[in-house]
């Protein structure tokens, strides 16, 4: 008999499975459990947690003995941060389980599993759906909005109208004026597509009043872009959303504003006016502008009343769209991790822990959700974000495992990435998982997951590498990571769009549905469905990196009746994935998509075709 089969059967983590309430408040006791292999007799299992500076002791009851073990144990929350790990008593010796798994010596505090009292879940997040739309490019609804040709000229360039059977302009020719005039209620109208989707969140990029399509250039925070249809179609979409049960999230740029903003106007006119406070100059008398854009002005948060604008008053920007009569849902935070940042100016950090405050104070279940790039780890901490739109956990590592060279090793803004060696299914399990450990195990359900975006090229246009069957098993994965997948307008029919330039990551929506990609719709209302029928373990379950190795990979969410599993291959030939069944113990398959599962009471076995991938649900 193998003398370490016993390891393969113990996990916990920091999730609902294993830790009741998962966000307890200061002075309650909280619930901790740990998992063993109901055939193997410990002698023991002790919680060893960290008190008030000292360690504490708590032996362990057995609760449950099939078809695993359950040993549970508590204790009172008195620090601002816990810690805790295990001690299992075997028959040759003793030996801890912590995040860094089983060890025979005593794990330091960074490996130890940890719980921070006093967090604010936004609890509708992380059993969602969401669906990103670029408003100009999605939908044309109202015959009275929309911009005219000629309307006016800006930044060089003068307005331009296409249809919808038109392509975007490059920048140098339509200088971000080519409207297309998709509109709210276009998107009103299409609540049905995204039901059908399985989609209950919206996430829209700027609606603000602007010159250019893509909006970034607010030049009034305080009201919808008329060319959209203005303040009274936003309420109505807000209405149409929450009458159905979904929710709206709307991304704004508090970092900067458009050159043809009254505050810079008045800053230019008059150097000594308030407004002159909200923005940096250099000695040259020029703006500062953000990433050297020219028509995009750096806000300046020194200036108090600047906060008390944007956030902090009850009458400001970002607290005003969370009241009737639009009772937004949350905001998406462009360039979040550049705020406030200029020179010895450096209060990005301060700046975001007043918006919470400030926004959390409106509405507790509002979500804030910050654009970036890197690991987001310091403002996941439950005092500033709620999550990151999450590139560096979900898209980047996926790209790299269809063998895509990474953004950060591209040239200009990532849009024309060369082909390279493809992970492999060890490295792209290291880099999910490296990332899925790095921040606290409490925000993970309120994560941002993605493959596509209006800032990166789609995916599965790259003609030189895509591949079907390795781009399926990539979007059942994201369907998996805890958090909420997030669809790019278009993926759901593979809407076209060359590599090239960030232009072309906008192609305007097609809604003749004879061109679409049915295989692609058919996966995503698969997808949604299954969110849908599963969204309990997907919201509260455990996760777990099951197997991995030069081909393939195999990850888990669960909770304590039920497991999905994706396994991803990219093998060129035929493949059988064994994968331990020591831990989460399945008994029953009870549905699945693609390839063929064999479960036995040691192991399981997935075959697969070329490149291809498998998802299942089965009962532990």
């Known amino acids: 008999m193998d003398s370490n089969a016993w390891k393969r059967g113990v996990d916990s983590t920091v999730s609902s499975v294993y830790v009741e309430p998962l966000?307890?408040?200061?002075?309650?006791?909280?619930?901790?459990?740990?998992q063993t292999r109901a055939s193997d007799h410990l002698l023991g299992v002790r919680l060893v947690s960290f008190q008030l500076g000292r360690e504490k002791q708590v032996v362990m009851q057995n609760v449950q003995t099939s078809p695993y073990c359950l040993y549970e144990g508590s204790f009172q929350i008195v620090d601002e941060l816990v810690f805790w790990y295990f001690f299992l008593e075997a028959e040759d010796r003793a030996y801890s389980y912590s995040v860094a798994?089983?060890?025979?010596?005593?794990?330091?505090?960074?490996?130890?599993?940890?719980?921070?009292?006093?967090?604010?879940?936004?609890?509708?997040?992380?059993?969602?759906?969401?669906?990103?739309?670029?408003?100009?490019?999605?939908?044309?609804?109202?015959?009275?909005?929309?911009?005219?040709?000629?309307?006016?000229?800006?930044?060089?360039?003068t307005v331009s109208v296409h249809s919808f059977d038109e392509e975007p302009l490059e920048y140098e020719d339509g200088r971000c004026l080519d409207f297309f005039n998709g509109d709210l209620q276009g998107i009103e109208e299409s609540i049905d597509h995204f039901k059908k989707l399985g989609v209950d969140t919206l996430y829209l990029n700027p609606i603000g009043r602007s010159r250019t399509t893509h909006r970034y250039d607010c030049i009034d925070f305080f009201h919808v872009d008329e060319k959209l249809g203005g303040d009274e179609a936003f309420a109505q979409l807000c209405k149409a959303l929450h009458d159905q049960d979904m929710k709206i999230i709307i991304d704004i740029s508090i970092n900067h504003t458009g050159t043809e903003h009254p505050w810079?106007?008045?800053?230019?006119?008059?150097?000594?006016?308030?407004?002159?406070g909200f923005y940096y100059f250099n000695e040259d008398g020029s703006a500062s502008c953000?990433?050297?854009?020219?028509?995009?002005?750096?806000l300046n948060y020194t200036s108090e009343t600047l906060r008390d604008v944007m956030y902090r008053s009850?009458?400001?920007?970002?607290?005003?769209?969370?009241r009737p009569p639009?009772?937004?849902?949350?905001?998406?935070?462009?360039?979040?991790?550049?705020v406030g940042r200029r020179g010895k100016d450096q209060m990005c950090e301060e700046i975001w822990r007043e918006v919470r405050k400030a926004v959390k104070k409106e509405n507790p279940q509002a979500y804030l959700v910050g654009e970036d790039w890197v690991d987001s780890t310091p403002f996941l901490q439950g005092d500033m974000w709620d999550a990151t739109m999450n590139y560096l956990g979900s898209s980047r590592p996926m790209r790299s495992w269809m063998g895509e060279t990474d953004r950060y090793l591209t040239n200009g803004w990532g849009h024309q990435p060369a082909k390279t060696r493809p992970f492999t299914g060890t490295e792209f399990a290291q880099a999910l998982q490296s990332h899925l450990t790095s921040m606290p195990a409490q925000m993970l359900g309120m994560q941002m997951?993605?493959?596509?975006?209006?800032?990166?090229?789609r995916l599965y246009n790259n003609s030189e590498l895509f591949n079907w069957p390795l781009y399926r098993g990539l979007l059942r994965l994201l369907y998996l990571l805890p958090g909420m997948p997030n669809i790019y307008y278009g993926e759901e029919i593979a809407l076209k769009g060359p590599y090239g330039s960030v232009e072309r990551a906008r192609y305007p929506m097609q809604w003749n549905e004879a061109a679409w990609n049915h295989d692609f719709l058919?996966?995503?209302?698969?997808?949604?469905?299954?969110r849908k029928r599963y969204h309990r373990t997907l919201k509260e379950g455990s996760w777990s990196m099951l197997a991995s190795g030069d081909q393939y990979l195999a990850f888990a969410r669960y909770d304590s009746k039920l497991a999905l599993v994706c396994v991803l291959s990219r093998a060129e030939t035929n493949t059988t994935v064994s994968i331990s069944n020591s831990m989460l113990c399945l008994s029953e398959l009870v549905e699945s998509m693609g390839g063929d599962v064999g479960i036995g009471s040691e192991h399981m076995q997935v075959d697969l075709g070329p490149f291809e991938s498998m998802l299942f649900v089965a009962k532990r």
């Open 290 to 298: 953000w990433q050297d854009v020219p028509t995009l002005v750096q």
């Open 23 to 34: 966000f307890p408040k200061k002075g309650e006791q909280v619930t901790i459990r740990i």
């Open 314 to 322: 009850p009458d400001s920007v970002m607290r005003s769209f969370l």
């Open 264 to 276: 810079y106007k008045r800053a230019q006119a008059d150097p000594n006016s308030t407004e002159a």
């Open 522 to 530: 058919d996966l995503y209302i698969q997808l949604g469905s299954l």
């Open 101 to 157: 798994g089983l060890k025979a010596s005593v794990p330091p505090l960074r490996e130890c599993f940890s719980l921070r009292p006093d967090l604010e879940e936004v609890s509708w997040v992380g059993g969602a759906t969401c669906y990103q739309i670029f408003p100009d490019r999605f939908k044309k609804g109202g015959e009275q909005t929309g911009a005219k040709p000629n309307e006016y000229a800006f930044d060089g360039g």
């Open 326 to 338: 639009y009772l937004q849902d949350g905001w998406r935070l462009d360039v979040a991790s550049e």
């Open 449 to 457: 997951n993605l493959i596509n975006s209006h800032d990166t090229p």
